[in-house]
């Protein structure tokens, strides 16, 4: 199996970053094809947490290459702090490598997307701010900067000077805020290419030509299904497609050459930003499970939305984007509890809904209909392989792969890498 995609199969922060860590160990690359700053993927290697939200999460093994792909936005500010942060800690950097057809999000991106939020009142998305919207909005415009476009200065000056133009005539005229100085960012945006041009290359052929040489590539997805402009909860999600589609679009690769997708869940369900969540628990439990579960955004620091597993979603996520293996994570934060439910379908009026609707009226309207199974011990953090799970830990997997009919390739029982129990041995 050389080119693996993983995938979010709920609203994102399900523990992608780990299972990537954990897969990346026996992979040769490890390629972002979407999103930006706005993911924050955590990694945990021998007791010390790392934090990453633009360079992959293969970055902790040296000798792996580390592709940030032309799907992706690239703030070269973050990206700067990013190779600072980890060369501080020790972590080597030289095999990332940066697609030249990657679009920029620079500085007035971020502030449209801070500006329009507070526009939109109790309407907003409750986006990170980060700038992702207004970035991929440029590139649908065709007015995006890229990183090729820093090749050739004047010519970048001349393309900054042409959007910012118009941006700072948004920026003043509609939300009489300041505009920006187009010299100001070309000189902060060529200091940092200085930097990684050495990185900066065609990143589809490097890809292309790895999966030739029977190379073993892993295609990192950021945010999840729900959160895909086109298949999520829309207008509640991203600009860009964290689906596995998204994979080969976001990296120059063609479907055909894509081997496997693995869905990483969580046992439980969170989301954070706004719009309707139909297993959402805003009582104790909820705020049971945030506690133990540290379900605070990784960019932004937000309290994340808890409620129970809801498999209509996952259903729906190996449905889009064709997952044959699950990662189930953070199996060990529900440990403690009596009972745990799972929701299985929605009811919404007299019927009962199977599949995930289009429209967020009719979401709201459903209310789950739940399966409820005996809880597990709460030590579930030293287990060491899947048999040792206790009867009901695996009765509740079981119904996963039941409602889902998808095989669950791992079980993530803590944050640390040796954490995982494999259940399959094709990883
Ligand atoms: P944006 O991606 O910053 O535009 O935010 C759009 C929506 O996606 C908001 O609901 C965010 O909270 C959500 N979102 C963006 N990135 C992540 C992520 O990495 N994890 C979870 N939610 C995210």
Redesign the pocket.
């Known amino acids: 199996m050389s080119a693996t995609v993983i995938v979010g199969a709920q609203?994102?922060?399900e523990g992608k970053g780990k299972i990537t860590d954990y897969l990346a160990e026996k992979a040769d690359m490890v390629v972002r094809y979407q999103?930006g700053n706005?993911?924050?993927h955590t990694v945990v290697v021998k007791g010390h947490e790392y934090k990453l939200h633009l360079i992959p999460s293969g970055i902790f093994y040296p000798e792996k290459v580390c592709v940030i792909g032309n799907g992706v936005v690239l703030d070269l500010e973050v990206l700067d702090h990013e190779l600072d942060y980890l060369l501080d800690q020790g972590v080597k950097t030289f095999n990332l490598k940066v697609s030249d057809r990657a679009h920029l999000l620079l500085p007035y991106h971020r502030r449209l997307?801070e500006v329009d939020e507070e526009r939109k009142g109790k309407n907003r998305?409750?986006?990170?701010?980060?700038g992702?919207?207004p970035a991929y909005a440029d590139k649908a415009a065709r007015v995006g900067l890229r990183v090729c476009d820093l090749a050739d200065p004047p010519s970048f000056r001349e393309k900054l000077a042409a959007a910012l133009a118009e941006k700072n005539r948004i920026l003043e005229r509609v939300y009489g805020q300041p505009g920006f100085e187009a010299d100001e960012i070309a000189r902060e945006a060529e200091r940092v290419y200085a930097r990684i041009r050495p990185f900066v290359t065609d990143t589809s052929l490097v890809i292309n030509q790895a999966i030739d040489a029977g190379q073993k590539v892993l295609f990192e997805g950021?945010?999840?299904t729900l959160?895909d402009i086109d298949l999520g909860t829309y207008p509640?999600?991203?600009?860009s497609h964290p689906i596995a589609g998204g994979a080969c679009i976001g990296a120059g690769v063609g479907p055909t050459r894509i081997d496997r997708v693995v869905g990483v869940m969580k046992s439980y369900t969170t989301?954070?930003?706004?719009?309707p969540f139909p297993t959402e628990l805003s009582d104790d439990t909820g705020e049971w499970i945030r506690r133990r579960g540290a379900e605070y955004?990784?960019?932004?620091g937000r309290p994340r939305r808890c409620g129970w597993l809801d498999l209509v979603i996952v259903r729906y996520a190996v449905r889009t984007s064709g997952i044959g293996l699950l990662a189930v994570t953070r199996l060990d934060t529900l440990g403690g509890l009596d009972k745990v439910k799972v929701c299985t379908a929605y009811r919404r009026g007299n019927g009962t809904v199977t599949e995930f609707p289009a429209s967020l009226d009719e979401l709201a309207e459903c209310e789950p209909i739940y399966e409820e199974v005996d809880g597990w011990p709460e030590d579930l953090d030293r287990l060491t392989s899947f048999e040792q799970l206790p009867q009901s830990a695996r009765r509740y997997l079981s119904l996963v792969e039941d409602k889902t009919r998808t095989k669950i390739g791992l079980v993530s029982v803590g944050r640390e890498r040796t954490q995982t129990l494999a259940l399959t041995t094709t990883f």
């Open positions: 609203w994102g922060d999103g706005n993911a924050g997307d998305i409750g986006t990170t701010r980060r992702i919207g950021a945010q999840g959160l509640y999600v991203t600009s989301r954070v930003g706004d719009g955004g990784t960019t932004t």
